[in-house]
């Protein structure tokens, strides 16, 4: 009997399932696919009322966590996600935070521990399709760097996946949005976009459109309203915003099943 088609994204908060892939689960939900959503920690070190950081007064780690988990659901129903699973691990918080290094943060747990449960998931659902951030997180963040890790390790751990992408930032594309940014006067004031910033295109691999969805996905921003002050895209023009939520590009990192070396769809050579 054939497996479901089901696609997994391994995320390190609440939130960052929006941007890079909001958009392919909920298009490959409305196709019948089945969607999972892995969230690694709490988001305990995310903001609190007014936009309060760790460490300042009146930011109660476990009252923000448990308000991120509400709109974490949220969103998931905003997307049309089939399943969530929390690993429930502890928010590392930014590079050189404290939380870094507390006990139980995410970015301090074996690899080989965290990996296993994943690994769990994997053998229970059996994804075709994982999604995970590359080696460094994206951006340096702790838990994304942790996630990436424990997302590969569990791959190879399993066997399972047929397919494993890395969520990608198109360099020239995005560099083509913060010029537009600028000319329509809402970019950051002196701020300049350094020329290596984000991903080399001749590494990205598979580019989805999902342009019909970017609704859905602008709601599923929207239910994180704690985070508000850090979701730069909520306050761009429409314009500009369907611009870069219309497309999610990534880089294929592991491939056991003939599928061209440019796709637009991440489960190209698997349907049929």
């Known amino acids: ?33 089945r969607t999972v959503l892995v969230t690694c920690t709490d988001g305990g070190q995310g903001d609190g009322p007014g936009g309060v950081k760790p460490g300042e007064p009146g930011h109660d780690e476990a009252a923000v966590a448990e308000r991120r988990m509400v709109e974490l659901r949220e969103s998931v129903e905003h ?54 951030y590359d080696e460094n997180g994206g951006y340096g963040h702790p838990d994304h760097i ?11 751990l399993t066997g399972i996946p047929d397919k494993l992408y890395y969520v990608a ?4 594309r995005f560099h083509e949005l913060f010029e537009a940014m600028r000319v329509a006067g809402v970019g950051p004031e002196d701020f300049e976009l350094p020329d290596d910033f984000g991903t080399p295109d001749e590494l990205i691999t598979s580019v989805v459109d999902v342009a019909p969805f970017v609704e859905q996905k602008v709601k599923a921003l929207r239910a994180h309203e704690s985070q508000g002050d ?13 611009r870069a939520f219309s ?19 991440l489960f190209a050579g698997l349907r049929g």
């Open 169 to 172: 930032v198109p360099r020239a």
């Open 79 to 132: 997307l049309g996600i089939a399943h969530l699973e929390l690993l429930g691990h502890k928010d590392s918080g930014m590079v050189g935070w404290p939380a870094n290094t507390a006990p139980g943060a995410f970015a301090e747990v074996p690899v080989e521990r965290a990996a296993a449960r994943l690994a769990e998931l994997m053998e229970h659902y059996r994804p075709q399709v994982v999604v995970t």
């Open 247 to 265: 497309q999610e590009s990534f880089v294929r990192h592991l491939c056991r099943v003939p599928a061209p070396d440019h796709e637009d769809d």
């Open 146 to 156: 942790q996630a990436h890790r424990i997302a590969v390790a569990a791959a190879e």
């Open 1 to 33: 009997m054939d497996r479901q088609l089901t696609v997994m994204a391994v995320h390190a908060h609440p939130d960052d399932e929006v941007i890079g892939t909001g958009g392919i689960l909920a298009r490959y939900a409305a196709e019948g696919v």
């Open 230 to 242: 850090s979701i730069f895209f909520l306050r761009l023009p429409e314009e500009i915003q369907h």
